[in-house]
């Protein structure tokens, strides 16, 4: 049986867009137990997720995609923990426009599984939003880390540097909407949802 548990962080901090900064709060995700944990997402500043993190064992920091306002943190929270950087090869080119001369550690595939305190997260490809963007489901914890993927009310924004709107919603409706109606959204920005309630909004 699955000793994990899923603790959420906010972090403020901007993202760039066409020459302009934003002001934006990100979710980060940790999953795991009182002595190992796996981190969902590095935005802004290393400081609150190390907080966060608590001294546990980090198993790995799994990047949803390559947006910067997902990744500035990345390699400051790599240094504190000593954990790699699962992060996918197609989002590459947004990976050298926050890091370049950094490199991450492992390269993020389809079906590449994990596994922090008995817990099992599978990573689904659900480009769109970016070529890489990538989300974890975790059906022992009746979860998806959906990323940018999905939201509260529906996809993510398809304005951002490699984003395709057609290709979001076939990426939703295949891989995504094929869960449990009861899976709980656990989204990049914002509230969660579930599968159902954004499969009633999208159709």
């Known amino acids: 049986m699955s000793t994990a548990r899923i603790d959420k962080v906010v972090i403020p901090g901007v993202f760039s867009l066409d020459g302009q900064d934003f002001d934006v709060e990100n979710n980060v995700w940790l999953v795991g137990d009182d002595d190992e944990v796996l981190v969902i997402d590095a935005p802004h500043d290393a400081g609150p997720i190390v907080e966060a993190i608590g001294g546990r064992r980090v198993t790995a920091i799994v990047l949803t995609h390559g947006h910067n306002d997902h990744i500035t943190a990345a390699p400051a929270l790599r240094e504190a923990t000593g954990a790699p950087i699962w992060f996918s090869g197609q989002d590459r080119m947004l990976w050298d426009m926050t890091h370049a001369g950094a ?74 909407f094929s869960l449990h109606g009861d899976t709980v959204v656990r989204t990049g920005h914002g509230d969660d949802t579930t599968i159902a309630a954004e499969l009633r909004n999208l159709g």
Request: hydrophobic content about 30%; overall charge negative; charged content about 15%.
């Open 103 to 176: 490199e991450p550690d492992q390269d993020l595939a389809p079906g590449t599984r994990f596994t922090v305190a008995r817990t099992t997260l599978t990573a689904l490809h659900t480009p769109g939003h970016s070529p890489g963007s990538t989300c974890l489901h975790a059906p022992d914890l009746n979860t998806v880390f959906t990323g940018d993927t999905l939201f509260h009310g529906g996809p993510g924004a398809t304005g951002r540097s490699f984003s395709d709107h057609p290709t979001i919603l076939d990426s939703i409706r295949s891989q995504l």
